[in-house]
Each structure stands twice: as structure tokens, then as C-alpha cells.
């Protein structure tokens, strides 16, 4: 039996069996949540993601593929889709391996970030000796070749990666992309936009955590003329690799508070602090905190997975130890993710779904019942989240209207029809509430659920 009900409330609905045997919907507001279990819910709780970098040639390893499925919610090809890996000979392009990590983050329904369109390293030994006008073009039809590959794929691009000199001169880096003149970095900026219009354009960079550092002040700089003369940029990346001689600095909250106040977000791009135990687990939650503490502060990335996986795994810098299991660190993650929840919405504007409608189905007596609630909205996004209750071997089916989609995912590991707008949950060990962000497109009515036992 499909129930259809119009809802009159903002809060959860609910449709059970007896309700639908009597011909009448019942309106329950359902509490929040508790603590969330995996470092990609806590994070949902406040519109945040979690995501971690991952190597295409890990994806067979079912430890390693177990930890990301269950705990991250955004991924960054560690190495994949850097301009050596993408374009190995000029004007060939290769994105095998960046589709390996691409398409098992979005079977899995999780987003990307993508790493970076243009950089001083890691480019192939063809653009290594190149220079002036030949160089300048061909990283642009690099930007331009693989934003537009990847085109309604990628959440954010690392659009210019590391083009600030380290040290006290707060100026660029000296490179062969600098040389073909002070404008390239803009350039990048405008040729991934029109390439890829959707995504959010980053600037991203390491040593660039303490706010008064030199470094930080250049990078500053551009970002601010960057956004008062129209160059295109939405967000700016801090690498954030820490160790004890480039500690968590007491001011990092400062620093993110004021990119943010230009009007960019701020992303914790490739998180890694080395140590171990309870002085770990305190510096990361510092990090966590000074993001949870910036409203456009979007979520964090660690650089890897298990330690073992970490390009500087003598350091221990990682949340998972080398068998996969949670340390201190990752402890002290999830508790700072989860005391944010509902303190620490994010900036961009709530607006009101209006008049949504949702239909629920319970197909038998001793089924089960699907109950929607409200997340939190953004301008063009909103949570939503749904409870399982009589059975724990559930199917539910969740249906989005075009031009929603569903872009994220937590507690459940889905599988999507051909079209992308229903997606089957099922239980993935996370207990019986899953939740999920859908981007609206301007329709901000509720998804349909039916639940069965499967
Ligand atoms: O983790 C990456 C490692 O596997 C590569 O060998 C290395 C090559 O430059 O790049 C590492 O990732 C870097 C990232 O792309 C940019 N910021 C610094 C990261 C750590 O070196």
C-alpha cells in the first residue's frame, strides 16, 4: 500500500502502517540526532563534510576500501589526476586512474575534490622545459581539458596549487608557470570556470596556516585582489601538514576566520599531523575546532587513510593505524565533530522548502516504516535523514525530482537507478538512520520514501 501524504509542517513525517490503515498521516517531530558514529555523519551534522585523499591502486585493498566507504564522504585522488598523470604526452590525455577514484566515490555517493589543474610539481617532462607564450597555453588547454573532462563531477578544483614562496618574502614562487608572468594564476582561475562553471574554483597551498606568516599574508593578498577585481575564485585550500616543527598554530582559527571574511570559503585540504597518542589526538581536534568555528570553513580532508597509507608514514600522521584501526586521533575527530552539532551552521542562507510532499509505503504488517526529517539547508543544498523502525533488514528507496540530486551520503552504501534520482539504502552496520544532502536546483520539496523488508 503507497500512502501519499501533503505535509502541513515543517517537522519529520511519519508514515506507519496504522496510519495507513486508517486512511490518515501521522506528524511526529523527530529530536536530532545523537552522536554520529563516522567522521563523515558528525561532520553532516553541521553541513560539513569529511573526506580523505585515496590512491587508485589501494582500491583493491578491503581494508583500506572498508574504512573509506564507511567513514568519508569526499575524496581526493592523491596523485591521479595531477597534470603528470593527466596529460603524460602533450595534448594525450589519460584519466584511467582518475575515473577508478571518481566512480567509486560517486558509486559510493560521495563527492570530489579535485587535485590541482595547475602546479609547479609533478608536471610531465614534455611541460617541464617548456616556457613563455608555448607554456602559458599549454597549461591553459590543460585546465581546459580536464575541467571540462571532469565537468559536474568535481564539488572543488585545486585550481593552482602551491605558487607561494615559502620564507618571509610573502611573494611567488619562482617557477616555469610564474615566468610566463604574474597573471597565470588568474588565467588558471578563468579557464577552469568557463570549463567547468559548477564547481567551486580553489586556491591551495601549505605553510599558509599561521596568520602571521608572510607566507599566509601573500596568499591573502591575492585572494582579496582576486575577489575585488572579479577573478574568479571560491575557496581557499589550507594543506595543513603538521608536524613539530610546524605545529597547529594557537591563531589557525584567526586565519581561516579571515579568508573566509573575503568571501571564499576555506577548506582543510590535506590534514596530516605526525606524533602519536593524546598530543595528537589534542592537535587535531584544535584543527577541528577552528574549523567547526568558521562558518564557511565547508570540511576537512585528511591526506590518507591508515598511517601505512600516509606519504610520510614514519611520522604516524594518519586517524587509522596500519591494520585500520581508529586512534586517539580519530577519537578526538569524532567527539569535536559531534559536539558542533547544531552550534555551527554554516554561513550560506537558509531558505524554506515550500509545500513538500512525500509518500511512503509499507507493504505489509510486520514491515517497516521510513520517516523523513529535515536536515539543515543551505542556499543550494539540504539534509535530510531517515529512521528506519520494524525491521533492521531494510530496503528503502529514496526518489528526488529533478533537478535534484543526491550529492552525499552517510550510513548507508546505496545503489541509484539509471536515471540517479532514486537511490536504494540499505543497512551498511551504521544502524537504522541514514542520512543524505540533496542539491535542489531550486526544487526544495521533500524526497519520496517507500520502505520494505528486504
Ligand atoms: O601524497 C602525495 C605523494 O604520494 C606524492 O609522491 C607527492 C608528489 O609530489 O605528492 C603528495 O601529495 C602532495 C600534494 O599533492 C600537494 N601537497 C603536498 C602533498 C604531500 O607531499
Same mark, same amino acid.
Request: charged share 15%; glycine share 10%.
Given at each position: 500500500?503507497?500512502?501519499t501524504?501533503?505535509?502541513v509542517?515543517?517537522?519529520?513525517?511519519?508514515?506507519?502502517?496504522?496510519?495507513?490503515?486508517?486512511?490518515?498521516?501521522?506528524?511526529?517531530?523527530?529530536?536530532?540526532?545523537?552522536?554520529?558514529?563516522?567522521?563523515?555523519?558528525?561532520?553532516?551534522?553541521?553541513?560539513?563534510?569529511?573526506?580523505?585523499?585515496?590512491?587508485?591502486?589501494?582500491?583493491?585493498?578491503?581494508t583500506?576500501?572498508?574504512?573509506?566507504?564507511?567513514?568519508?564522504?569526499?575524496?581526493?585522488?592523491?596523485?591521479?589526476?595531477?597534470?603528470?598523470?593527466?596529460?603524460?604526452?602533450?595534448?594525450?590525455?589519460?584519466?584511467?586512474?582518475?575515473?577508478?577514484?571518481?566512480?567509486?566515490a560517486?558509486?559510493?555517493?560521495?563527492?570530489?575534490?579535485?587535485?590541482?589543474?595547475?602546479?609547479?610539481?609533478?608536471q610531465?617532462?614534455?611541460?617541464q622545459?617548456?616556457?613563455?607564450?608555448?607554456?602559458?597555453?599549454?597549461?591553459?588547454?590543460?585546465?581546459?581539458?580536464?575541467?571540462t573532462?571532469?565537468?559536474g563531477?568535481?564539488?572543488a578544483?585545486?585550481?593552482?596549487?602551491?605558487?607561494?614562496?615559502?620564507?618571509?618574502?610573502?611573494?611567488?614562487?619562482?617557477?616555469?608557470?610564474?615566468?610566463?608572468?604574474?597573471?597565470?594564476?588568474?588565467?588558471?582561475f578563468?579557464?577552469?570556470?568557463?570549463?567547468?562553471?559548477?564547481?567551486?574554483?580553489?586556491?591551495?597551498?601549505?605553510?599558509?596556516?599561521?596568520?602571521?606568516?608572510?607566507?599566509?599574508?601573500g596568499?591573502?593578498?591575492?585572494?582579496?585582489?582576486?575577489?575585488?577585481?572579479?577573478?574568479?575564485?571560491?575557496?581557499?585550500?589550507?594543506?595543513?601538514?603538521?608536524?613539530?616543527?610546524?605545529?597547529?598554530?594557537?591563531?589557525?582559527?584567526?586565519?581561516?576566520?579571515?579568508?573566509?571574511?573575503?568571501?571564499?570559503?576555506?577548506?582543510?585540504?590535506?590534514?596530516?599531523?605526525?606524533?602519536?597518542g593524546?598530543?595528537q589526538?589534542?592537535?587535531?581536534?584544535?584543527?577541528?575546532?577552528?574549523?567547526?568555528?568558521?562558518?564557511?570553513?565547508?570540511?576537512?580532508?585528511?591526506?590518507?587513510?591508515?598511517?601505512?597509507?600516509?606519504?610520510?608514514?614514519?611520522?604516524?600522521?594518519?586517524?587509522?593505524?596500519?591494520?585500520?584501526?581508529?586512534?586517539?586521533a580519530?577519537?578526538?575527530?569524532?567527539?569535536?565533530?559531534?559536539?558542533?552539532?547544531?552550534?555551527?551552521?554554516? /554561513?550560506? &542562507?537558509? @531558505?524554506?522548502?515550500?509545500g513538500? !510532499?512525500? %509518500?511512503? *509505503?509499507? +507493504?505489509?504488517?510486520?514491515?517497516? $516504516?521510513?520517516?523523513?526529517?529535515?536536515?539543515?539547508?543551505?542556499?543550494?543544498?539540504?539534509?535530510?535523514?531517515? /529512521?528506519? &523502525?520494524? @525491521?533492521?533488514?531494510?530496503?528503502? !528507496?529514496? %526518489?528526488? *525530482?529533478? +533537478?535534484?540530486?543526491?550529492?552525499? $551520503?552517510?550510513n548507508?552504501?546505496?545503489t541509484?537507478?539509471?536515471?540517479?534520482?532514486?537511490?536504494?539504502a540499505?543497512?551498511?552496520?551504521?544502524?537504522?538512520?541514514?542520512?543524505? !544532502?540533496?542539491?535542489?536546483?531550486?526544487?526544495?520539496?521533500?524526497?519520496?520514501?517507500?520502505?520494505?523488508?528486504?
Amino acid at each position: 500500500m503507497t500512502l501519499t501524504v501533503k505535509s502541513v509542517s515543517r517537522v519529520a513525517l511519519v508514515s506507519t502502517l496504522v496510519a495507513a490503515a486508517a486512511g490518515a498521516a501521522v506528524l511526529v517531530a523527530t529530536p536530532a540526532s545523537g552522536a554520529a558514529s563516522t567522521l563523515a555523519a558528525a561532520a553532516q551534522q553541521s553541513g560539513r563534510y569529511f573526506g580523505t585523499a585515496v590512491a587508485a591502486n589501494k582500491l583493491g585493498d578491503s581494508t583500506y576500501v572498508g574504512i573509506l566507504n564507511r567513514e568519508f564522504d569526499m575524496v581526493t585522488a592523491e596523485n591521479e589526476m595531477k597534470m603528470d598523470a593527466t596529460e603524460p604526452n602533450q595534448n594525450q590525455f589519460s584519466f584511467s586512474n582518475g575515473d577508478r577514484i571518481v566512480n567509486h566515490a560517486r558509486n559510493q555517493g560521495k563527492r570530489v575534490r579535485g587535485h590541482a589543474l595547475a602546479w609547479h610539481s609533478q608536471q610531465p617532462g614534455w611541460m617541464q622545459n617548456m616556457s613563455g607564450t608555448a607554456l602559458r597555453n599549454a597549461m591553459l588547454n590543460h585546465v581546459t581539458q580536464v575541467a571540462t573532462y571532469y565537468k559536474g563531477k568535481i564539488y572543488a578544483w585545486d585550481v593552482v596549487n602551491e605558487a607561494y614562496a615559502d620564507g618571509s618574502s610573502g611573494g611567488r614562487r619562482d617557477s616555469n608557470l610564474q615566468r610566463t608572468g604574474n597573471d597565470w594564476i588568474e588565467a588558471a582561475f578563468r579557464a577552469a570556470r568557463a570549463a567547468d562553471p559548477n564547481a567551486k574554483l580553489c586556491y591551495n597551498d601549505y605553510n599558509t596556516d599561521n596568520w602571521s606568516h608572510a607566507k599566509t599574508q601573500g596568499v591573502y593578498r591575492m585572494v582579496q585582489d582576486f575577489k575585488s577585481r572579479g577573478v574568479p575564485i571560491d575557496c581557499v585550500g589550507f594543506q595543513a601538514h603538521f608536524n613539530s616543527g610546524n605545529p597547529v598554530p594557537s591563531n589557525y582559527h584567526t586565519t581561516l576566520q579571515n579568508f573566509a571574511a573575503l568571501g571564499v570559503d576555506v577548506q582543510i585540504t590535506e590534514l596530516d599531523i605526525e606524533g602519536s597518542g593524546s598530543s595528537q589526538a589534542q592537535q587535531y581536534q584544535g584543527v577541528v575546532q577552528a574549523c567547526l568555528a568558521v562558518a564557511r570553513c565547508t570540511g576537512i580532508t585528511v591526506w590518507g587513510i591508515r598511517d601505512s597509507d600516509s606519504w610520510r608514514s614514519s611520522g604516524t600522521p594518519l586517524l587509522f593505524d596500519g591494520s585500520g584501526n581508529k586512534k586517539a586521533a580519530y577519537t578526538s575527530v569524532l567527539n569535536a565533530l559531534n559536539s558542533a552539532s547544531g552550534t555551527n551552521p554554516t /554561513t550560506t &542562507s537558509q @531558505t524554506s522548502p515550500t509545500g513538500p !510532499t512525500t %509518500t511512503s *509505503s509499507n +507493504p505489509d504488517p510486520g514491515g517497516c $516504516t521510513a520517516t523523513y526529517a529535515e536536515g539543515q539547508k543551505w542556499s543550494d543544498r539540504f539534509n535530510g535523514q531517515v /529512521t528506519v &523502525s520494524g @525491521t533492521n533488514n531494510w530496503v528503502v !528507496t529514496v %526518489t528526488v *525530482s529533478s +533537478p535534484q540530486r543526491i550529492i552525499a $551520503t552517510w550510513n548507508t552504501s546505496p545503489t541509484w537507478d539509471s536515471s540517479g534520482n532514486v537511490m536504494t539504502a540499505r543497512p551498511n552496520g551504521n544502524g537504522n538512520t541514514f542520512g543524505f !544532502t540533496i542539491q535542489h536546483g531550486g526544487n526544495w520539496s521533500w524526497p519520496s520514501l517507500t520502505c520494505r523488508v528486504g
